[in-house]
């Protein structure tokens, strides 16, 4: 197969990837690592405002205003994931924005996170990326009102995103209940599809599914935030839906019992990982919450491969009250999200929780 692009780079440019040693949120440290580094934030004092911190690794911080707005603040950046400078633009803020939909919250505004290689590559092709990232913040309705540049050795784009909610109807990632089901909103293998991209070994019908799950905005957010018997959200990106599932299992206290045959996959992915298009991210995923995780016997290594793959621009994870499924998938189908499916169940309360695949 090929490397299928809509815009390639100029002939004396070099493409956007080649300059990158990560691309997309497989560029993100690995959570082993993070928490070492994040440990001395820990003991920071938390004002009664701060209505959501770093202490169970959220999708974003929360602040409160007064008793019906909190403001959602987040952001999120990276390396390039593919060479079409347009389509790495509206990927990173795709991306970046939906950590505000993560929360439940609805984006009000954006700032530009911008590095780039001034002498690497043309003015054309930065213009390209900046582009890309604004037609995604026209797309959900919101200004770039500011950011901030630097030229840098790879090239980096993203965004800090804002939004408003009404802290009744905020969702974090650490409340999902004994019995709840998930739902996870967009299909597995966006990190195998890139590493796939960058050895030149993806098809045109491959990179067309590849683009077009990584920029559809999870729109679905503030409707899921408003049912009821929806109790916990995230998003799951570069850590995998093992890293962000276990987040979620640590957080509310309980096990996640997840139905692997349940998970969509995007088409194709299984003969991409035979085929060795697995990202490092993948392998140091596994490294840093593997204990945390259970397997049943027999689970294949290609299997894990794409239980820790990172998704960049990832789907909605809920956790809902069974009595609520019909309304979530209602809010799904209502933005276009076929794919969505129920993957699992939360399952009893524990002192030490585990993600457990059955």
Same mark, same amino acid.
């Given at each position: 197969?090929?490397?299928?692009?809509?815009?390639?780079?100029?002939?004396t440019?070099?493409?956007l990837?080649?300059?990158a040693h990560?691309g997309?949120?497989?560029c993100?440290?690995?959570?082993?690592?993070l *928490?070492g580094l994040l440990?001395?934030s820990?003991?920071?004092?938390v004002?009664?405002?701060?209505?959501?911190g770093?202490e169970t *690794?959220?999708?974003a911080?929360v602040?409160?205003l007064n008793?019906?707005q909190?403001?959602?603040a987040?952001?999120?950046?990276?390396?390039?994931?593919?060479?079409d400078?347009h389509?790495?633009g509206r990927i990173?803020?795709?991306?970046?924005?939906s950590?505000v939909y993560a929360?439940?919250?609805?984006p009000?505004?954006?700032?530009?996170?911008v590095?780039?290689?001034?002498?690497?590559?043309s003015?054309?092709?930065?213009?390209?990326?900046l582009?890309?990232g604004?037609?995604?913040?026209?797309?959900?309705?919101i200004?770039?009102?500011g950011?901030?540049?630097?030229d840098?050795?790879?090239?980096?784009?993203?965004l800090?995103?804002l939004?408003? $909610?009404?802290?009744?109807?905020l969702k974090?990632?650490?409340?999902?209940q004994?019995?709840d089901?998930l739902v996870?909103g967009?299909?597995?293998g966006?990190?195998v599809m890139?590493?796939?991209l960058?050895?030149? =070994?993806?098809?045109?019908?491959?990179?067309a599914?590849?683009?077009d799950?990584t920029?559809?905005?999870?729109?679905?957010g503030p409707d899921?935030a408003? $049912?009821?018997?929806? /109790?916990?959200?995230? =998003?799951?990106?570069g850590f995998?839906?093992g890293g /962000?599932?276990l987040e979620?299992?640590?957080?509310?206290?309980c096990d996640?019992?997840? =139905?692997?045959s349940?998970?969509?996959?995007?088409?194709?992915? =299984?003969?991409?990982?035979?085929?060795?298009?697995?990202?490092?991210?993948?392998?140091?995923n596994?490294?840093?919450?593997?204990d945390?995780v259970?397997l049943?016997d027999?689970?294949a290594d290609?299997d894990?491969?794409?239980?820790?793959?990172p998704?960049?621009?990832?789907g909605?994870?809920?956790?809902?009250?069974?009595?609520?499924l019909?309304a979530?998938?209602?809010a799904?189908a209502r933005?276009?999200?076929d794919?969505a499916a129920?993957?699992g169940q939360?399952?009893?309360?524990?002192?030490?929780p585990r993600?457990?695949?059955?």
């Amino acid at each position: 197969m090929t490397q299928a692009s809509p815009t390639e780079p100029r002939p004396t440019e070099p493409r956007l990837t080649s300059l990158a040693h990560g691309g997309g949120c497989g560029c993100k440290i690995a959570p082993g690592v993070l *928490s070492g580094l994040l440990r001395g934030s820990a003991a920071l004092p938390v004002p009664p405002e701060l209505l959501v911190g770093i202490e169970t *690794s959220d999708d974003a911080a929360v602040w409160l205003l007064n008793d019906r707005q909190a403001l959602v603040a987040t952001t999120d950046f990276f390396m390039p994931v593919v060479d079409d400078p347009h389509d790495f633009g509206r990927i990173a803020a795709t991306n970046a924005i939906s950590d505000v939909y993560a929360m439940g919250a609805t984006p009000i505004l954006a700032l530009a996170v911008v590095g780039m290689p001034i002498n690497a590559i043309s003015h054309e092709t930065i213009a390209a990326i900046l582009d890309g990232g604004a037609s995604i913040c026209r797309e959900a309705g919101i200004p770039i009102a500011g950011g901030h540049t630097i030229d840098s050795v790879e090239p980096i784009y993203g965004l800090v995103a804002l939004g408003l $909610i009404d802290p009744a109807l905020l969702k974090r990632n650490a409340e999902a209940q004994p019995g709840d089901l998930l739902v996870l909103g967009k299909p597995l293998g966006v990190g195998v599809m890139s590493a796939a991209l960058k050895k030149g =070994d993806l098809d045109s019908a491959g990179y067309a599914r590849m683009i077009d799950i990584t920029t559809k905005l999870n729109r679905p957010g503030p409707d899921l935030a408003a $049912i009821p018997g929806v /109790h916990a959200m995230t =998003d799951v990106t570069g850590f995998g839906l093992g890293g /962000h599932g276990l987040e979620m299992a640590r957080g509310s206290g309980c096990d996640l019992v997840i =139905d692997w045959s349940a998970v969509p996959r995007l088409p194709g992915i =299984d003969a991409l990982i035979e085929a060795g298009h697995v990202t490092g991210a993948s392998g140091r995923n596994w490294a840093s919450y593997g204990d945390g995780v259970a397997l049943p016997d027999g689970f294949a290594d290609a299997d894990r491969a794409l239980l820790t793959d990172p998704q960049t621009s990832g789907g909605l994870l809920v956790a809902c009250a069974p009595d609520a499924l019909e309304a979530v998938r209602a809010a799904f189908a209502r933005h276009g999200f076929d794919d969505a499916a129920v993957i699992g169940q939360a399952g009893a309360r524990s002192d030490s929780p585990r993600l457990i695949l059955r």
